[in-house]
């Protein structure tokens, strides 16, 4: 089991988008430590979700937190810029989406983010393989993207210690986020197969005490 920090990313997607101001201040509040982009396009996947100006409207607001955006999009470049622009932190992306993986990682890079390369239930762990040495997250996806509040995938646990053993033979550290499904049902075995940032969505804001709720979490991997 790894030592880095275990880390709660509230997924705005399934927060009260009529108060997401106060939202988002009230699960930082309650002990969450990233919050959560799923951006999504309406091309790369079925849905449409948020776009920079959110992040944007948020930063503006005084949010300080970590803002850790998911682009399930295509293209990537253009709206990787936005959200950089707009005050994101760290920017993942999936290799599918883009003509050009390494250039889109350092374009990530040089906006001065931190780059994720984001792993589709489907998509094979050996993507990572020309890249693991320039990327700072994997994201491993645990429901096919596109759509909150879908059961997890067991199945994905076997990619998440895959993702462990490639990260354990790197010589700096690397965050291991898993997305879709995260509750306090499945959280403890995401943990123990060697993920560190759990996205969770619904779990957390369909709940009526966020912090009691963060709190559970965090007891079960600890």
Request: a negative charge.
């Given at each position: 089991m790894n030592n880095a920090p275990l880390l709660i990313a509230p997924s705005i997607l399934s927060a009260n988008f009529a108060r997401l101001g106060e939202e988002v201040n009230a699960v930082l509040d309650a002990g969450a430590d990233w919050i959560h982009f799923d951006v999504m396009d309406n091309h790369y996947v079925p849905n449409l979700t948020i776009g920079p100006m959110v992040c944007k409207s948020l930063r503006e607001d005084g949010i300080k937190a970590f803002i850790d955006v998911h682009l399930m999009v295509e293209p990537v470049d253009d709206l990787a810029q936005n959200f950089a622009d707009a005050g994101a932190d760290l920017i993942s992306f999936h290799p599918e989406a883009t003509k050009h993986v390494t250039k889109t990682i350092d374009l990530i890079k040089d906006l001065g983010c931190k780059v994720g390369?984001?792993?589709?239930?489907?998509?094979?762990?050996?993507?990572?393989?020309?890249?693991?040495?320039?990327?700072?997250?994997?994201?491993?996806?645990?429901?096919?993207?596109?759509?909150?509040?879908?059961?997890?995938?067991?199945?994905?646990?076997?990619?998440?210690?895959?993702?462990?053993?490639?990260?354990?033979?790197?010589?700096?550290?690397?965050?291991?986020?898993?997305?879709?499904?995260?509750?306090?049902?499945?959280?403890?075995?995401?943990?123990?197969?060697?993920?560190?940032?759990?996205?969770?969505?619904?779990?957390?804001?369909g709940t009526a005490d966020y912090a009691k709720t963060i709190q559970d979490l965090h007891q079960k991997i600890s």
């Open positions: 390369i984001a792993l589709n239930p489907a998509t094979p762990i050996t993507v990572l393989d020309d890249v693991i040495q320039d990327i700072d997250l994997i994201l491993v996806m645990s429901v096919n993207p596109g759509f909150g509040g879908q059961k997890f995938i067991p199945e994905t646990l076997t990619k998440i210690v895959q993702a462990r053993a490639l990260i354990a033979k790197q010589e700096r550290d690397i965050f291991l986020e898993v997305d879709g499904g995260i509750n306090e049902t499945t959280i403890a075995d995401v943990a123990a197969a060697g993920a560190n940032v759990f996205v969770a969505g619904s779990a957390i804001f």
